[in-house]
């Protein structure tokens, strides 16, 4: 069957590490994944878009990797603050036009001080 | 300010009774789409519109309607048919074609039927 797992529900880090967030999948060939940000009682907000033949994409402290052999992909934000706490969603992109857009369920991140 | 607007940001009804959600955008975004979010699920796709006048099921279409009359318009109507209508209704668009993928989403409407 498909499937698309955050492994972590939670992840509690000290400000200043890096929190490293997983997103694996079955049974789906992406062309893109995008992840995202969402605040409590939010939207999710667009963080980061990687293509099937890049490895490692990068935004100011945001850094996206993507394995299509692992089917898997690592969402890292260094030098973690409080500000980042927040549910991160991984979404796999079928087919490009956004009509097959497969959202994982989220890892709720919480940095404290 | 350009964005998506949803109203209300929170919505009480009867069992039995439809309701409309309202999603517009200012983006000039060719395509719009509407999800649900339950606790613990991922994004469900409702019904999605890539031009006016069209639209398309999404995985979870039973119980909802929706038309696409303008192209910054995209009302949702969750029917009397829809078993469990409670949840967070995200509305979202993006430009047509490939030329962009992100997908910007509105603030939602939490929708609460007893």
């Known amino acids: 069957s498909q499937k698309i797992e955050q492994n972590s529900e939670a992840l509690n880090i000290q400000e200043g590490k890096t929190a490293t967030l997983t997103c694996n999948y079955t049974n789906y060939s992406p062309a893109y994944l995008q992840w995202y940000r969402q605040d409590p009682g939010r939207g999710p907000v667009f963080l980061l878009l990687?293509?099937?033949?890049?490895k490692e994409k990068r935004k100011e402290r945001l850094k996206v990797t993507f394995d299509t052999t692992l089917k898997q992909s690592l969402f890292h934000i260094t030098a973690s603050q409080p500000a980042d706490s927040a549910t991160y969603l991984c979404a796999l992109d079928l087919n490009q036009a956004g009509t097959a857009l497969i959202f994982g369920k989220g890892t709720t991140l919480s940095v404290s001080s | 300010d350009g964005g998506i607007t949803q109203s209300p940001k929170y919505l009480f009804r009867k069992e039995g009774q439809n309701v409309t959600l309202s999603c517009e955008q200012n983006l000039n975004h060719d395509a719009m789409y509407w999800y649900r979010q339950d606790p613990g699920q991922g994004l469900r796709l409702i019904y999605y519109s890539q031009i006016v006048n069209d639209f398309q099921k999404g995985d979870i279409a039973e119980g909802y309607s929706v038309s696409r009359e303008k192209k910054e318009s995209f009302p949702l109507t969750v029917t009397s048919a829809q078993k469990n209508p409670t949840a967070f209704y995200l509305c979202?668009?993006?430009?047509?074609?490939?030329?962009?993928?992100?997908?910007?989403f509105g603030p939602g409407t939490r929708l609460t039927v007893t």
């Open positions: 990687i293509r099937e033949n890049e």
């Open positions: 979202a668009s993006k430009t047509g074609g490939t030329s962009s993928y992100e997908q910007y």
